[in-house]
């Protein structure tokens, strides 16, 4: 079975600084991998999905993330974040023809100060 | 285009009550996704339909627990005899025919519960 730890459950950052929300996956094949994003009050989004090819994936509103076989890792990454980026973000795997059986992680909540 | 509808979107009951929680996916999505997500946890998934059909509801929590998409549209999730224990959002998500596999889902704000 699949799964995927979120080590960081809360992270702040100003305004303008980067971001990086870790993410470390367990599984005996390589998965698919995804981070969703659930702003207050909303649905959760997909924000960006991997499935094979190049291990960096570009997403929505400027965030990417990168794969690593090596270490069974799938990292998000901004930039430099504005505050309408404070959200919950979760990273989450699944396997193909599993029916999207989706595994989340806990989440981690981000807060970007002014 | 409308997005997954959720309802209610709020309850509050005592222990031993049902409730229901009604959803709406988005036209001509096939497959159809009952999460749920204790507060300040990642959702688990209880049950999955493609059409009407059950694919999926090994991962519901007891017999109190049920689901139905009847038509293979909307849906249906009861909770019979609630218990302090199922306080969490209900969250509903559907994929288009063919999204299922590759992990697209497309979610509701969800339904959140209180068991007091």
């Known amino acids: 079975a699949q799964s995927v730890t979120q080590p960081d459950a809360r992270v702040t950052v100003s305004e303008g600084a980067s971001l990086q929300l870790r993410c470390k996956y367990s599984s005996s094949v390589t998965p698919y991998l995804f981070w969703y994003v659930q702003y207050p009050r909303q649905g959760l989004q997909l924000l960006l999905k991997?499935?094979?090819?190049d291990p960096v994936v570009q997403g929505v509103n400027g965030f990417e993330a990168e794969f690593s076989k090596s270490n069974s890792s799938f990292h998000l990454r901004k930039a430099s974040v504005h505050w309408s980026d404070s959200a919950v973000y979760f990273c989450?795997?699944?396997?193909w023809g599993t029916g999207s059986k989706l595994s989340f992680g806990k989440g981690a909540k981000l807060t970007v100060s002014p | 285009e409308a997005g997954v509808t959720q309802s209610p979107r709020y309850a509050v009951l005592q222990e031993g009550q049902a409730v229901s929680f009604w959803c709406d996916p988005i036209?001509?999505?096939?497959?159809l996704y009952w999460y749920q997500q204790p507060r300040d946890q990642g959702p688990q998934l209880l049950v999955y339909f493609r059409d009407e059909a059950v694919i999926d509801n090994s991962q519901l929590p007891s017999d109190r627990f049920s689901a139905v998409r009847p038509k293979g549209t909307n849906s249906t999730l009861k909770i019979q005899s609630a218990k302090q224990g199922d306080t969490a959002t209900y969250l509903c998500?559907?994929?288009?025919?063919?999204?299922?596999?590759?992990?697209?889902?497309?979610f509701g704000e969800g339904s959140k519960l209180t068991v007091l």
């Open positions: 036209s001509g999505h096939d497959t």
């Open positions: 998500a559907s994929s288009f025919p063919g999204g299922a596999n590759t992990g697209q889902l497309y």
């Open positions: 991997y499935y094979s090819g």
């Open positions: 989450a795997v699944s396997m």
